[in-house]
């Protein structure tokens, strides 16, 4: 009997998805020694595939899954620096509504905050919560620093410029990381559903071939289930 995916748990044959880790590493484990395993027995072939281009494949797989991990851990770092700096913005941005206040009064001051990048949010006036919208918001606060003369001022020109080139930094270093993960993730993807296809047709070659003897043989190809 050929294994399925509805293959019963009882059935003798083996369950090809239960052979096939799903993890990304532990896949990369199994199909580098499955290819190992498989240049030693030429006499195993597919019609759609080689022993060459299959290694070829999870060499990519490999490459590109670990590229992927390399390149998507420095995000937590930028991160944690745009969370700092937002709440820092927060915090500092308070000191041009009191500059407003100070030039136009309590009850005009509200009606500048526009210029600056300032909106109500949550019946609040701050910066914009969302990332991209705050840099614009910094790219308006920046020249109208200066409009209103308050450029010499503690939390002036010098210190604004400073952290719009910093939050824009920030930002840019983020969003290409998040493009470039997400570009690999679909690299890898693409790899992972080609070698699984290739190990579930070398599963079933290896039943095919030895009928009796076939869960010991798919162990020494490196299926060994209990180790993911």
Known sequence: MVPTDETPVENTTPNRVDNIPAADIDLKDVAKQVSDTWLTKPSMTLIWLTQEDFS???ESYETTLMSRKSTGSTRPIITGKLK??????DKDVENIKVYL?????????????????IVKEDHVYKLPHDRNERLAALELLVPAITTHGFQTKQFGLTYWTGQKTLYDSLLTQATTIDGTVSSKVGDKNVLKAQIKKALNALIHIIIGNYPDTYKTELRSWGFQKEKY
């Open 56 to 58: 070829d494949i999870v």
């Open 101 to 117: 206040e100070d030039k136009y009064g309590k009850t005009d001051a509200p009606s500048y905050y526009a210029a600056f990048g």
């Open 84 to 89: 700092n700096l937002d709440f820092t913005l």
